[in-house]
């Protein structure tokens, strides 16, 4: 199975280009909702981070205060890295999983795994090709803070705790620039479907 790595910073719109290439029919596996299944309620994950960080990081149904967690581990690196190591090999789990489970019933000959930490927790180790949605960081912190709830300071936080943005491009086989409108960003997508699907479908 041909697998591409498609990540970014917060705010870089991820989210569009991933909704393009859903647009070919190509399986896009959302590393976000891998995330939000390994610490759903009964999960062995939610357990230790309960037991970690007690029981207010819980909602009162039961589920994961994930902005709550948020904000606990982005202000300590060090609880940041105990939940990475707890969650990360859980999470690349179920990428696995879901990706081998789904992608037979999409007619494009490959996948996408939307990351935002592709890169910084290995999961870029599951892809033959990585993706880079770019912007300038200062777009990047305007997009973000007006499509979340967050307010700047938490914003820049997040972007510290990810790949800086030229050791991210430094990654990339592919880069899609973000700093324009959506018809732009869907044009280069369409371009790089057609490359995929060449190199999906290239004899070996």
């Known amino acids: 199975m041909f697998i591409v790595g498609l990540t970014g910073g917060i705010g870089s719109g991820k989210s569009a280009a991933a909704a393009r290439f859903r647009h070919h029919d190509v399986n896009v596996m959302d590393a976000d909702i891998a995330a939000r299944v390994v610490v759903e309620p009964g999960r062995p994950a939610l357990a230790a981070i309960t037991e970690h960080f007690g029981a ?84 990047q912190l305007a997009r973000a803070t007006a499509r979340d709830s967050n307010s700047a300071e938490q914003i820049r936080k997040i972007m510290a705790a990810q790949l800086p943005r030229a050791e991210r491009c430094a990654q990339a086989h592919d880069i899609l620039d973000n700093s324009s409108s959506l018809e732009a960003l869907n044009a280069q997508v369409d371009a790089l479907h057609a490359q995929y699907v060449q190199l999906a479908t290239k004899p070996e």
């Open 56 to 139: 207010d990081i819980l909602l009162e149904n039961g589920e994961l205060d994930r902005a709550a967690l948020r904000k606990q581990v982005f202000d300590n690196p060090e609880e940041r890295r105990w939940l990475e190591q707890l969650t990360h090999p859980l999470i690349r789990e179920e990428i696995i999983s879901s990706l081998n489970a789904s992608y037979k019933t999409h007619s494009a000959p490959y996948a996408i795994l939307e990351s935002p930490l592709l890169v910084e927790s290995g999961q870029v180790a599951l892809v033959q090709r990585v993706c880079v949605v770019d912007i300038p960081e200062e777009l």
